[in-house]
Nanobody, 116 residues
Framework: QVLLVESGGGFVQPGGSLRLSCAASGFTLDYYAIGWFRQAPGKEREGVSCISSSDGSTNYADSVKGRFTISRDNAKNTVYLQMNSLKPEDTAVYSC?????????WGQGTQVTVSS
């Protein structure tokens, strides 16, 4: 069974940090481009960050540049999103996506709430 499972979300105060994980089972993440997306209540889903399968190049939304870092551990078949200096506007459900050609998988999402 092909699965992507996110974890690591939670409640954190502004300025805090969280590390999200996106773990794959049933397929190998090495060959997939991985993206993190988020959706806040009443807003459209937006791309946060992505990492390529080929050279590990990364991209970030302007709103998270300098605060978030995406990385992949192929040995663990997992991609991470390190989130530092969190702001209330980062509150959303965060989901990961694995894409390779016709193959497109989504996780169920993990809630991140930033509030004082």
């Amino acid at each position: 069974q092909v699965l992507l499972v996110e974890s690591g979300g939670g409640f954190v105060q502004p300025g805090g940090s969280l590390r999200l994980s996106c773990a794959a089972s049933g397929f190998t993440l090495d060959y997939y481009a991985i993206g993190w997306f988020r959706q806040a209540p009443g807003k459209e889903r937006e791309g946060v960050s992505c990492i390529s399968s080929s050279d590990g190049s990364t991209n970030y939304a302007d709103s998270v540049k300098g605060r978030f870092t995406i990385s992949r551990d192929n040995a663990k078949n997992t991609v991470y999103l390190q989130m530092n200096s969190l702001k209330p506007e980062d509150t959303a459900v965060y989901s990961c996506n694995a894409l390779q050609g016709w193959y497109n998988y989504w996780g169920q999402g993990t809630q991140v709430t930033v509030s004082s």
